[in-house]
């Protein structure tokens, strides 16, 4: 069988692209008992005011922990 040229340039970017959605992310989070939210970049601008310890997590054990996404990142 052969596949169209035009529908492998459509069909691998898309893939592609899926693929990459499907990876679980690790997230920063600033580990104390007020933390609300979760930060994709270690040097986003609301990890400033953390005076406690900064822990790399899996995103959905952030999400078990009940924090969303900082706003400055979304």
């Known amino acids: 069988m052969k596949i ?3 529908y492998k340039r459509i069909l691998f970017p898309f893939l592609l692209f899926t693929s990459f959605n499907l990876m679980e992310s690790d997230v920063n989070i600033c580990f104390s008992k007020g933390a609300k939210k979760y930060h994709y970049n270690k040097f986003c ?3 400033n005011n953390c005076k406690h310890t900064i822990k790399k997590v899996s995103l959905s054990e952030a999400k078990e922990l009940g924090l969303s ?3 400055w990142e979304d």
């Open 69 to 71: 996404l900082c706003g």
């Open 4 to 6: 169209n040229p035009m």
């Open 45 to 47: 601008k609301g990890l």
